[in-house]
């Protein structure tokens, strides 16, 4: 069986659980709860951006997904 491991904590989750507790992100693989702290970590940012733009956005997340697959943590 194949096991994903989430790319910032390093949860591992077997095959039954991927496609309810698992997302994909600028290449990364996160579980829910990280995806739920990136959210939140990065809500601030989005507020402040107006207009919204959708690329500006998906460089925000891969950034910030970046720098905590560096940390180990969001
Ligand atoms: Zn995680």
Redesign the pocket.
Known sequence: MQTIS?D??K?KLDNSETNRDFFYYANHS??E??RDNLEASIKPTIRTKEPFAVDWYNKLIGDSLDKAVQKGRI
Request: charged share 10%.
């Open positions: 989430c910032v904590c949860k996160i579980c709860p990280c």
